[in-house]
């Protein structure tokens, strides 16, 4: 009997085109919400454009060893070309090497000889700065070191060789100084949760991922509680008052529907792990115990929805509720920014929500800190869905639905 109303709620739905289209919109605000979160990963290379207004060797050797730093795509064009790439977002920053940038060197002058243009967005074009600065500034000390020796040499007549090759030969010999490493360095340390104990852990995983994780609760959250109008449909239409007449028709009622409703939710995680996979080129979860945390959420979401649904008189008034209980309780529960650290206290404010026991547990997996957190997190959501079922149950059967 269980089996013929699971299949009988599924047949009702297929046939509801309103609820169709939400089945099949949420797979596609999934994919939109992992693209967007896509910006937030590291990115392999940074491109930057360079336009040499000089076009001497100096200007070339600069832009040179500038385009041979890790990490770096350094394209090159006239100073309009760079200009319109840095406003239009194809590169971080532009940069123009002027006319008289040699000789500047040489007199060891080179105040305002690049111009730096940076596009709206650029987060990085300070570094950018400061790496193309290093190498303008080891071809200037260079100079003024070679400028120095000549000028001593001058000054107390030391040696008989000619002026250019004394200030060639300093010249090479300070130049060799910075190699293989430069006399100072510019070290890039990335920061970790270790370091900030005030913040909450921050898991080694794919942004993209985690966003796409977190906006999945809130759209489970969001199908279960919608789903869960059947409860009502069914008391306006009297079929619980008929199936309270028949001993044991009223569980199974209840147990087939919500069974449909968890087949739905399942069809919406499926879809979302073909799009992360085909689309992004990950998984959705990495191991099947993390299917298993989100298939205990879901009875927890479907325990909440159920709980609202005999609380409420109409559909109307639950479709009016589901929303905002779905988003109030993802922007609480973290879901809104998965992927970044947060306070402790926020951290702990989340927990107050199935979503936020669901991060949690995800989070505590995927950072191989604690099998007992994870486990604690399932142990949660499977008890509270639980009693929130008992419940939702309890005032149906007591005619209070």
Known sequence: MVRNIWKIRLLLWMRDWVFVALVL??????????????????????????ADEDRTDYSKLVIERFSGKEGLRVIQGSESDVKKLAETY???????????????????????RIDVFKNPGSLSYG??????????????????????????????????VPEAALWERVRAYTDAQWEPKPLLTLEEKKWTADRMPKVANVVPVSSALLAGIGILLVLL??????SSAWLIEEREAGILRRARSVPGMLGKLYMGSVLAQLTIA??????????????????????PLLYVLLAVYMVTASGIGMAIAVHVRSSGQ???AAPLAAILTGF????????????????MLALCTPQGWALSGVKEWLAGESVRGFETAGGVLLLMGILLHVYSFWRVQAKKA
């Not at 400061?130 to 107390?156: F, I, K, P, T």
């Not at 609480?332 to 951290?347: I, K, T």
Request: include cysteine.
């Open 127 to 160: 570094i950018l700065e400061e790496m193309l600065g290093s190498e303008v500034a080891r071809l200037s000390a260079n100079a003024e070191a070679a400028n120095m020796a000549v000028r001593v040499y001058r000054e107390y007549e030391l040696s008989p």
């Open 90 to 112: 194809k590169v971080e920053a532009a940069f123009v090497i002027r006319k008289g940038f040699k000789e500047a060197i040489l007199n060891e002058e080179i105040r305002e």
């Open 266 to 287: 399942a069809v919406v995680v499926l879809f979302c792990a073909g799009i992360a996979y085909a689309g992004f080129g990950t998984g959705l979860l990495p191991h």
């Open 318 to 320: 639950l479709a009016a």
């Open 25 to 50: 919109l949420l797979p596609i605000l999934f994919m939109l919400v992992m693209g967007a979160a896509g910006s937030f990963e590291p990115q392999p290379v940074i491109a930057v454009a360079v």
């Open 332 to 347: 609480v529960g973290g879901c809104f920014w998965a992927f970044l650290p947060v306070p402790d206290a926020l951290a």
């Open 221 to 226: 959250m969001l199908l279960l509680l919608l």
